[in-house]
């Protein structure tokens, strides 16, 4: 079946250091992929998708690119800031309006 | 922007009372669905409708039942309700589209005492 497999957390960083988190899939088919953020006590929401391969996310100065070949989507920062703690979800979708599968998750915590 | 309401933010209930979870949504989607976040476990699918009065079994309907009787509105019921039970309960709802995501609700926080 389809997964998703995130790098493990937290991790921590200091105000204006480059970020990436790593998010790899297994999946049959040619998924969409996105990437989800959670603040604290909060939902979740949508921060950037992609549908193909080769395809560049970007939102909020995040972006990440759906690489096909290595069947990743890591997420990268090239500057965080102290808003930017919160939990990152990566996640799949093998069809249209199908269920999400999601990765574990990763926490990050900028100080400043 | 498509809005999804959960009635409550916090619930504490009693072990063995039913419980009802609420969710609405208010943009014509197709798809619900609920959630449970679980520290280290992260999100585990529970049930999803792709259409009124129908429902679909998630990876852990045990002890979980679903109604949806109208479009917006698909209903979360503990029947039974244990301490194991005890979660971040999310709601969420999509079109029917290739690529298109989920919205989700703020989350309701069970207690099962």
């Known amino acids: 079946g389809d997964s998703v497999t995130q790098m493990e957390g937290p991790v921590t960083l200091s105000e204006e250091a480059f970020l990436t988190i790593n998010c790899t899939y297994t999946?049959?088919?040619?998924?969409?992929l996105f990437w989800y953020v959670q603040y604290p006590g909060e939902g979740l929401q949508l921060l950037l998708k992609?549908?193909?391969?080769?395809d560049k996310g970007s939102n909020k100065g995040f972006e990440a690119t759906y690489r096909k070949e290595t069947t990743s989507f890591h997420l990268e920062k090239g500057s965080v800031q102290v808003s930017d703690s919160a939990v990152y979800f990566c996640?799949?979708?093998?069809?249209?309006?199908?269920?999400?599968?999601f990765g574990e998750g990763t926490q990050l915590t900028v100080n400043p | 922007d498509v809005k999804v309401t959960q009635s409550s933010r916090y619930l504490v209930k009693r072990t063995g009372e039913k419980v009802f979870l609420e969710c609405v949504q208010d943009m014509d989607h197709e798809n619900m669905f609920w959630y449970r976040q679980d520290p280290g476990l992260g999100l585990r699918l529970i049930y999803f409708s792709y259409d009124v009065k129908m429902k679909e079994k998630g990876d852990i309907p045990e002890g979980y039942s679903v109604s949806r009787e109208k479009k917006e509105r698909f209903s979360l019921i503990l029947e039974s309700a244990s301490t194991n039970q005890t979660s971040m309960y999310l709601c969420?709802?999509?079109?029917?589209?290739?690529?298109?995501?989920?919205?989700f609700g703020s989350g309701t926080r069970l207690t099962v005492v």
């Open positions: 969420a709802s999509s079109l029917d589209s290739v690529g298109g995501g989920y919205t």
């Open positions: 996640a799949l979708s093998e069809t249209s309006g199908s269920r999400l599968t």
């Open positions: 999946a049959t088919g040619y998924p969409s």
């Open positions: 992609a549908t193909k391969a080769d």
